[in-house]
């Protein structure tokens, strides 16, 4: 098998083909795959087939463990690391968590130090007539920086988001005790990518509460402007997922939102595992 990176036709991601993701991770395929997801903001691979334990080693391979707070209810039995993320009931239960990534966003951008990057691994995904639904769309913030005014550049040098958890209230049941652990945090609104230096834009608009030293007003209409210029449709690129598909996604180069567009008793049935960043975003 020889390795294959190709871009999509869209702004962000690229498929990986002729890997065998059960296989150790070799230093060259790792620093190519690090480079790509880094580069392309989501790299996937299709008919992987893999168990907990080998998309454990995937995950592993690309950073420590850096599970969020969904999967203290929705762990895998036997696997704290992976989440369940799935519409699917047993026995009157959700075995996982439902609806999630209903909106665009960074995962745990919440915290001081969010995750590198995310891993889903589709296990079951619902189709209506052949026709595959419950895509996952991603805009590239590299892209969007790149086309902003050189002003608007300018005037977010240098310039620091509030994010605050208890904004998604509204969005995730989410207890007290959870929100208590995450008191806001500020992030730079241009990032620096880690691995690429590419300059990306890290602002969302259900997450992001304010920009540090700017009136409220006037930050609300800044985070709107931003957000939506992020999520223009040529900075989108939508992944039709198949059963097998092994994603991972970058959460500086991406933001990403879930499309819910189906319902039981089409099922989707994804594991889900998150790696540590080196540090805090800058
Ligand atoms: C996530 C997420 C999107 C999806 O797991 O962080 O946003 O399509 N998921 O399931
Ligand atoms: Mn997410």
Same mark, same amino acid.
């Given at each position: 098998m020889s390795l294959e990176i190709t871009a999509t036709?869209?702004?962000?991601?690229?498929?990986?083909?002729?890997? !065998?993701?059960?296989? @150790?991770?070799? !230093?060259n395929?790792?620093?190519?795959?690090?480079?790509?997801?880094?580069?392309?903001?989501?790299?996937?691979?299709?008919?992987?087939?893999?168990?907990?334990?080998?998309?454990?080693?995937?995950?592993?391979?690309?950073?420590?463990?850096?599970?969020?707070?969904?999967?203290?209810?929705?762990?895998?039995d036997g696997y704290p690391g992976i989440v369940v993320i799935s519409n699917v009931e047993? !026995?009157?239960?959700?075995?996982?968590?439902?609806?999630?990534?209903?909106?665009?966003?960074? !995962?745990?951008?919440?915290d001081a130090t969010p995750p590198r990057g995310?891993?889903?691994?589709?296990?079951?995904? @619902?189709e209506k007539n052949g026709l595959p639904l419950g895509d996952t769309c991603f805009a590239a913030t590299n892209k969007a920086y790149d086309a902003l005014p050189t002003e608007m550049k300018e005037a977010l040098k240098g310039k620091r988001a509030v994010f605050d958890f208890a904004a998604r209230k509204h969005l995730n049941p989410i207890t007290q005790e959870q929100i208590d652990r995450f008191p806001a945090v500020s992030h730079p609104v241009i990032r620096t990518h880690p691995v690429t230096g590419e300059k990306c834009l890290y602002i969302m608009r259900?997450?992001?509460?304010?920009?540090?030293?700017?009136?409220q007003d006037e930050a609300d209409l800044m985070i709107?402007?931003?957000?939506?210029?992020?999520?223009?449709?040529?900075?989108?690129?939508?992944?039709?997922?198949?059963?097998?598909d092994l994603l991972i996604w970058d959460n500086?180069?991406?933001?990403?939102?879930?499309i819910q567009d189906y319902a039981l008793p089409h099922r989707?049935?994804?594991?889900?595992?998150t790696f540590a960043a080196n540090g805090a975003p800058a």
């Open positions: 036709d869209a702004a962000a991601g690229a498929e990986v083909k002729g890997v !065998d993701l059960r296989e @150790p991770i070799g !230093d395929l790792f620093a190519t795959l690090d480079r790509a997801l880094g580069e392309y903001g989501n790299i996937y691979s299709r008919d992987q087939e893999l168990t907990p334990d080998q998309q454990m080693a995937v995950t592993l391979r690309f950073g420590e463990l850096d599970p969020n707070v969904f999967g203290e209810t929705h762990g895998l047993e !026995d009157g239960h959700q075995i996982g968590v439902k609806g999630a990534g209903n909106n665009w966003h960074s !995962d745990m951008c919440y995310t891993i889903l691994y589709a296990h079951e995904v @619902p259900d997450d992001t509460t304010g920009i540090e030293g700017m009136e709107a402007a931003l957000a939506d210029h992020i999520t223009r449709p040529e900075f989108i690129y939508r992944h039709q997922w198949q059963s097998g500086c180069t991406v933001q990403h939102r879930a989707r049935l994804m594991h889900r595992t």
